[in-house]
């Protein structure tokens, strides 16, 4: 289920607020793929499965920066801000990889909201994000991401 926010003054209300979690998504090889071309990182305990076959993990895993990516994936799945002049990612503050993610499993995104505070017309907006693995005992990312909204006049 999505959260809605719709002003300011929710968003400033609801720190501690948890947001439940998204579906399952698979992670095949052909996202890990995708990701090595975009991002230049083709080694081998990503894209090679007979060679990460008798790797450390058995098969190949997901960069941990992929995982890391998936939070922009996640979050409007757990929320939704109406009334937005404009909304931009302003970073993290924290970022850990737990556990990796073998290819095949299933993830899915959980969020909580850790602070909401004005930023001048704006509220920065911290959530944490955890990309879990089905089955896992550790989640494969934890991110605490930093986003600044700003609302249209009317609504704040």
Known sequence: MTIVFSNADELLAAEGTDLGHTE????????????????????????????????????????????????????????????????????????RFPAVVPVGSKVRGRGEVLRAERVGEAVQFAVRISVEIEGGERPGCV??????????????
């Not at 991110?143 to 704040?156: A, G, Q």
């Open 143 to 156: 991110v605490d991401t930093l986003s600044r909204y700003l609302f249209n006049p009317e609504s704040k």
């Open 24 to 95: 399952w998504l698979e992670i095949t090889q052909e996202r890990i793929d995708l990701f090595a071309e975009a991002t230049g990182d083709h080694q081998w305990i990503h894209v090679d499965p007979e060679r990460a076959a008798s790797g450390p993990f058995g098969t190949c895993i997901a960069h941990g920066y992929l995982t890391l990516s998936l939070a922009n994936l996640f979050m409007p799945q757990l929320m939704r801000i109406d009334n937005l002049a404009m909304g931009v990612n302003y970073g993290s503050d924290r970022t």
